[in-house]
């Protein structure tokens, strides 16, 4: 996970080790360096370039005021930066309500039923009675496949393979929890290959028959940039609350966790590194810095 990136940060740091001190001008190349390592990473150029504006000015600025190391002072800031640029504090779900109401939403492939099943499991360990909700209506297959996992993490899944209508059987999971004293419904919903008009109007009605307390969208992060577009499309349209990146396993740049906040303005949730139930953590925006920083 963001070998890459993790590779020409360190090497452009270096470049600041073993000088006295911070100046306008050692500062310069590091900087430059720092911004190149981000969008061959997959950052936004305009992310790129302010946060390495922002880096540029502490570091100035702090000279002064701190006698540490000129390379210690700089991966500090750095790291404080790129904690801020991913969303500052960890944000957690709202699993509130009489059920709560998860609505997952994302493209085809991009990790929702796998993550519907991992979600289960973690808030099943929590000690809540769960109820996974299969309203992929397209692909038969996509009920099978959350059958099985609800099967290996021990969570009921409710579906109706006759009912052509995703928003009916989400209203008769909900009345369904209720009556089994299931405290939180997580709705897995279709997804397509791109965005399309069918799809979004679909999840949209889905959404204002059910409003969720929580509705999370799941985006694979190997797409890079195009992740970050998907993510605006359905925010757009879905104002959802949080985001799950997935295959964070595969992802050697990482541009997709480190755009999505500023782009969309919705923190990160989850992140998903691995095919199996228990590759799923809780994104805190500092551990991934530290890790970005190695
Ligand atoms: P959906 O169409 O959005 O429901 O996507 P799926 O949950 O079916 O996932 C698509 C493929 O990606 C499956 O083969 C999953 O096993 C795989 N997958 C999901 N999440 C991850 C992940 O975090 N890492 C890796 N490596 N594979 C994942």
């Known amino acids: 996970m963001f070998e890459n ?7 452009a740091i270096k470049t600041l080790k073993g000088q006295g001190r911070i100046t306008e001008i050692n500062v310069a190349a590091t900087i430059k360096e720092v911004r190149r390592a981000l969008t061959d990473a997959d950052v936004n150029y305009k992310v790129a370039k ?3 504006d922002r880096i540029r000015d502490k570091a100035i600025d702090r000279k002064v005021l701190i006698s540490v190391e000129p390379g210690q002072l700089f991966v500090k800031i750095v790291q404080e930066e790129l904690t801020e640029l991913m969303g500052g504090e960890a944000q957690g779900i709202n699993v509130k309500g009489d059920p709560a109401v998860i609505l997952i939403a994302g493209l085809q492939g991009s990790g929702k039923t796998t993550f519907s099943g991992k979600l289960a499991s973690y808030l099943k360990r929590q000690g809540r009675n769960v109820l996974l909700v299969a309203a992929d209506i397209y692909r038969p297959a996509a009920i099978d496949q959350l059958k099985v996992l609800g099967e290996q993490v021990g969570v009921e899944v409710y579906s109706e393979p006759e009912n052509k209508n995703a928003v009916q059987i989400a209203q008769n999971a909900i009345i369904q929890a209720r009556k089994t004293g ?3 419904v997580i709705v897995d919903t279709a997804g397509r290959l791109a965005v399309d008009e069918a799809m979004m109007k679909e999840i949209e009605a889905v959404k204002r028959a059910i409003t969720p307390t929580e509705t999370l969208f799941v985006v694979d992060s190997m797409t890079g940039q195009d992740a970050v577009n998907t993510a605006k499309t359905f925010n757009d349209r879905l104002d959802f609350d949080g985001v799950v ?5 595969g992802d050697a740049r990482g541009g997709a966790a480190l755009s999505i906040k500023t782009v ?3 923190p990160i949730k989850f992140i998903s590194t691995g095919e199996k139930m228990e590759a799923l953590d809780v994104f805190y925006p500092d551990r991934m810095a530290s890790r970005i920083l190695g």
């Open 264 to 266: 969309v303005n919705k």
């Open 182 to 184: 299931k405290k939180i």
């Open 245 to 249: 990146l997935t295959k964070l396993d």
């Open 50 to 52: 302010d946060i390495t």
């Open 5 to 11: 990136l993790q590779d020409k940060l360190n090497k």
